[in-house]
T-cell receptor, first 109, second 116 residues
Framework: SQQGEEDPQALSIQEGENATMNCSYK?????LQWYRQNSGRGLVHLIL?????REKHSGRLRVTLDTSKKSSSLLITASRAADTASYFC?????????FGQGTTLQVKP | DTAVSQTPKYLVTQMGNDKSIKCEQN?????MYWYKQDSKKFLKIMFS???????INETVPNRFSPKSPDKAHLNLHINSLELGDSAVYFC???????????????FGPGTRLLVL
């Protein structure tokens, strides 16, 4: 299956610290996307990185992609309590997005 | 000015009933989706429509029938509801289908379905 697997499943840090989440997948992809889901809400798109890109930044977010290792990481710098949410990677290849099971991030004030 | 809206937000019903969930997007997108998220937060694609045509139809019981009356609407009808159908159902839309350069998806708030 192409399904992404995220690591860790849960992460708890203090406000101001950096948070790193990893995603691994199994088949070749067109792109990889990261989404955030706040409790009880829908998913919100954060960033998309294409298969020919290695790194992308958006505000406090930094995403890397290593297609040789079939893995990606999402780094949130200087975390805030408002970053508390679940974070999902999603891979795109076969005409649909396949989501991982997510990393639940708790940022303590 | 909600971009992707779903109704109802909550749905509690008895086993065996038939129910519908409605979705509307005002983003002018061509592609719409239905996802199911289970209690472990696993999100799985069910259906996708592009310009009112079905393009993705995953292995879903045929009790689930999507309908797209126009590009801005995608409804989901579920017949003979079962306990295992309890989940959160998300509608999403994108400007173009996955595999294009317009595939960022915008999600609705979800419909929490509980089958008793």
């Amino acid at each position: 299956s192409q399904q992404g697997e995220e690591d860790p499943q849960a992460l708890s840090i203090q406000e101001g610290e950096n948070a790193t989440m990893n995603c691994s997948y199994k088949t070749s992809i067109n792109n990889l996307q990261w989404y955030r889901q706040n409790s009880g809400r829908g998913l919100v798109h954060l960033i998309l990185i294409r298969s020919n890109e290695r790194e992308k930044h958006s505000g406090r977010l930094r995403v890397t992609l290593d297609t040789s290792k079939k893995s990606s990481s999402l780094l949130i710098t200087a975390s805030r309590a408002a970053d508390t949410a679940s974070y999902f990677c999603a891979t795109s290849n076969t005409g649909k997005l396949i989501f991982g099971q997510g990393t639940t991030l708790q940022v303590k004030p | 000015d909600t971009a992707v809206s779903q109704t109802p937000k909550y749905l509690v019903t008895q086993m065996g009933n038939d129910k519908s969930i409605k979705c509307e997007q005002n983003l002018g997108h061509d592609t719409m989706y239905w996802y199911k998220q289970d209690s472990k937060k696993f999100l799985k694609i069910m259906f996708s429509y592009n310009n009112k045509e079905l393009i993705i139809n995953e292995t879903v019981p045929n009790r689930f029938s999507p309908k797209s009356p126009d590009k801005a609407h995608l409804n989901l009808h579920i017949n003979s509801l079962e306990l295992g159908d309890s989940a959160v159902y998300f509608c999403a839309s994108s400007q173009g289908p996955p595999g294009t350069y317009q595939e960022t998806q915008y999600f609705g708030p979800g419909t929490r379905l509980l089958v008793l």
